[in-house]
């Protein structure tokens, strides 16, 4: 069953018990930033939350990938609905149905601003995986691999265009390894961890199409939640507008 969630400022995503969103796509979202004018896309954006959340403040145009008919049918009722509740920014979002390793039949070349990707973290022979298939297609990488996702990025980017992802700190060396392999450079790091005394759960990655090797900016960690379990200063910035409305409705 589909369930209407609250993204903040007016903006509203449908999910379902296969589709949804979690803190790291929220944090992605905010750490990809970017510009009103941009041409974007979000590969594997599942039930579009990455878009609908650029969509509270920017005109931003968004291509949106999925393999998942199911997940796109839930962002097109989302880009419907906001839409008719006066939401002008969700007309900016495309759908497409697309297997990320056929991306260059259906999207040109040298296009994009930026490209956004929150990958499966584990790789396809690791771990146990879950038996609802979505499920298993959104944690593992069944369905591609993280070099399909960097050559499709690559391909589809402008000289100096963007690729932001999250990933876990343990799969950063072949993370590096694969951007480079595609000439997309890591320009800006930064570690995520869930309170001050633990270790990172996570790290966001900038990298650059063209860029020269070298000189990466590793940004200060954030830091999720204090000692009490609420949310820190910077926290309550990014995912604030979200939760309030949430708690709140």
């Known amino acids: 069953m589909d369930t209407l969630l609250p993204l903040g400022k007016g903006v509203n995503i449908f999910v379902s018990e296969n589709h949804h969103f979690t803190t790291d796509t929220i944090l992605l979202a905010d750490f990809s930033n970017p510009k009103n004018k941009d041409l974007c896309v979000d590969l594997g954006t599942g039930c579009g939350t990455i878009p609908l959340l650029w969509a509270r403040d920017k005109s931003t145009k968004v291509l949106c990938v999925d393999i998942e008919?199911?997940?796109?049918?839930?962002?097109?009722?989302?880009?419907?609905?906001?839409?008719?509740?006066?939401?002008e920014n969700a007309k900016n979002l495309t759908p497409l149905l697309c297997d990320i390793k056929e991306i260059k039949?259906?999207?040109?070349?040298?296009?994009y601003d930026l490209v956004v990707?929150?990958?499966p973290y584990k790789i396809d022979n690791s771990g146990i995986k879950n038996p609802n298939e979505q499920k298993a297609t959104a944690r593992h990488e069944t369905k591609c691999s993280f070099d399909d996702i960097c050559k499709g990025a690559a391909r589809?980017?402008?000289?100096?265009g963007r690729f932001c992802i999250c990933q876990r700190p343990e799969r950063l060396t072949d993370i590096v390894m694969t951007l480079r392999k595609y000439r997309l450079e890591p320009k800006k790091l930064r570690f995520v961890q869930g309170k001050r005394d633990k270790s990172p759960k996570l790290?966001?990655?900038?990298?650059?199409?063209?860029?020269?090797?070298?000189?990466l900016d590793v940004m200060p960690t954030l830091v999720v939640e204090n000692d009490d379990?609420?949310?820190?200063?910077?926290?309550?910035k990014?995912?604030?507008?979200?939760k309030e409305e949430y708690q709140n409705g």
């Open 69 to 87: 008919p199911d997940a796109l049918s839930l962002l097109q009722k989302s880009i419907e609905y906001n839409t008719e509740n006066g939401i």
């Open 105 to 111: 039949d259906k999207t040109e070349a040298e296009k």
């Open 117 to 119: 990707c929150n990958p």
């Open 156 to 160: 589809m980017l402008k000289f100096s």
């Open 203 to 215: 790290f966001l990655l900038e990298a650059k199409k063209g860029a020269n090797e070298g000189f």
């Open 229 to 236: 379990g609420t949310f820190t200063e910077e926290m309550q």
């Open 238 to 242: 990014i995912y604030g507008a979200y």
